[in-house]
């Protein structure tokens, strides 16, 4: 599986993200956002910091089933931006 990540029962997170996809992520940044040279990669990586509490350990995931079914604070109006650049 290209592009997944594994939340680990002692709590870390492995992440595979390819060469492309990541290239394609840091093109784009996220409308509004006050952060200066923040890009769509830094909020998916920030996003797997703050919300892999919410999947289940153990277990494969593609990083589009993980922006799916993250409950986010606030922040779900580039969820559907994320996966877009994602399916790409």
Known sequence: ??????????????VSVSTGTKEQLERVYPK???F????????LMSWIKMYSWQIRSSVP???IDFVK???VD?????????IKLLKK
């Open 1 to 14: 599986m290209k592009d997944y990540l594994l939340a680990r029962s002692d709590g870390h997170v492995m």
């Open 36 to 43: 200066q040279n923040y890009s769509m990669f830094d909020l």
């Open 32 to 34: 509004g956002c006050p």
């Open 61 to 63: 995931m593609s990083l």
């Open 74 to 82: 606030g922040k779900s109006v580039y969820k559907e931006e994320i």
């Open 69 to 71: 079914e993250i409950r």
